[in-house]
């Protein structure tokens, strides 16, 4: 029973650092957080379960070899040198006998660990886990055969070797379990980020060709009157003109493609103050030129007088509003009106994006945001999913009202950033 409780708490004390890896993935685009992320919950687990040491059949025995293992795998040299440090300075601290040696011991496991560590990412799941598993039994087995053998005890390896293989096998498959869970999760957040990412893709692909029509009027403009230019006998005033309408031509043009192009742009993912009024206009921009190809009105109404910022990324949040917006506009088959709102109210934004298209019954409302749920013929359904999560990763709210043949409304309130 007493081991039972003991190798329950190690369990738990492992498991920790596992249950923070969403945490420690979203720190991976910061090198240095990253590591530290990894190395403190490792370091602690060091530290935790050479502080609760298990007894198996009167062998005492702990996992320290378990939490070094796995952390140095996933964070790296540096953070497996932290690692190793920890251990022996903790080992140090708790007066254990021949520190040197047992320096030398250990350092084998090191070696390897240089040797091979590069290569681990790039493995498959079952061999991450065997590779693991070797790691964390080598550890302990190569650090205690030479210390063993260098304090003239070596016969301890064989002492009770039941027990000692009991803690082996026990051992290999907490690794495993550990490594597959680790995988499993960050599997799971990579292929999140790639449904944002091939969404963000998808409305680029759609919007292409509303962007090259769009463009194809300035430029018939522009060739009326280059082509005026060369032929009449213009005074100076109408040559001012035509040049003014030339360049507002021109610029049209340029903020269509710019806009067009930042949609494209691969996002680093920061997080800062975004002020809804200036974000609005951004998506009454990028929205204009799908929603004429497609015979739509926007009107865009913003309480300006009060500025209003809220916290998020940037990107992401032109991202979610798109995709709604953007549904809104292929939900009005037949022409509409396509109106942006903004009311600044409680210390809270409330952004509203209508339509009066077809609408949604109780049955549509309800799979709306599930994944793959369209009524397009080349819709992915991810798009409401994806919108969804960025809003709420931001602290935002969502109500719909929706109404069959009359059209949508989505509200979304954030909160103020602090
Ligand atoms: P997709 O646009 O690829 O179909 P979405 O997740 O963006 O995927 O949308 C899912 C479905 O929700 C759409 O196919 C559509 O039927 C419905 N929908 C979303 N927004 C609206 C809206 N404003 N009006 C009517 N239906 C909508
Ligand atoms: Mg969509």
Redesign the pocket.
């Known amino acids: 029973m007493e081991y039972l409780k003991d190798l329950l708490l190690n369990i738990f004390i492992i498991c920790s650092p596992l249950a923070l890896y969403p945490y420690i993935y979203k720190a991976k685009n910061n090198t240095l957080l990253y590591r530290l992320c990894l190395a403190i919950p490792f370091s602690l687990a060091i530290i935790t379960t050479m502080s609760f040491p298990i007894s198996i059949n009167g062998l005492i025995y702990d996992f320290r070899s378990i939490p070094l293992a796995i952390g140095s795998l996933f964070g790296g040299i540096q953070v497996s040198i932290f690692l190793y440090a920890t251990l022996l300075l903790y080992r140090y601290f708790q007066d254990s006998p021949n520190d040197l040696l047992y320096v030398l011991s250990i350092l084998p496991s090191f070696a390897f660990f240089v040797f091979f560590h590069k290569s681990y990412s790039s493995l498959s799941l079952s061999r991450k886990i065997t590779v693991a598993i070797i790691y964390c039994t080598l550890i302990k087995m190569v650090t205690f055969g030479i210390y063993l053998s260098f304090t003239g005890l070596l016969e301890l390896l064989m002492y009770k070797p039941w027990a000692t293989v009991q803690t082996y096998v026990l051992q290999g498959f907490i690794v495993g379990v550990s490594v597959y869970v680790i995988e499993m999760q960050h599997r799971f957040f990579m292929m999140q980020e790639e449904i944002v990412r091939s969404e963000k893709m998808?409305i680029v692909g759609d919007m292409a060709a509303s962007v090259a029509h769009e463009i194809r009027n300035p430029l018939t403009t522009l060739k009326g009157f280059i082509q005026l230019f060369a032929t009449a006998d213009l005074d100076k005033d109408k040559r001012i003109l035509y040049q003014k309408v030339c360049f507002e031509e021109l610029d049209r043009a340029e903020s269509i493609i710019a806009d067009y192009l930042s949609l494209a742009k691969p996002d680093p993912e920061i997080v800062e103050a975004i002020d809804i009024h200036q974000e609005m206009h951004y998506l009454a921009n990028v929205l204009m030129t799908y929603a004429n190809y497609n015979n739509i009105q926007i009107q865009v109404m913003t309480e300006e007088e009060q500025v209003f910022h809220i916290q998020g990324d940037r990107y992401k949040f032109r991202q979610a509003l798109i995709?709604?917006g953007?549904?809104?506009i292929?939900?009005m088959q037949n022409g509409g009106l396509l109106e942006l709102k903004t009311i600044i109210r409680d210390n809270h934004a409330w952004v509203i994006l209508s339509?009066n298209?077809?609408?949604?019954s109780t049955e549509?409302m309800k799979?709306?945001?599930t994944p793959y749920?369209?009524?397009?013929e080349?819709?992915?359904?991810?798009?409401?999913?994806v919108?969804f999560g960025i809003i709420k990763k931001m602290n935002g709210k969502i109500t719909i009202k929706?109404e069959l043949g009359e059209?949508?409304e989505?509200n979304l309130i954030f909160p103020k950033a602090n």
């Open positions: 998808k995709n709604i953007k549904n809104a292929e939900a339509d298209g077809s609408g949604m549509q799979r709306l945001g749920y369209s009524t397009k080349k819709g992915t359904g991810l798009g409401t999913m919108s929706s059209g949508t989505f």
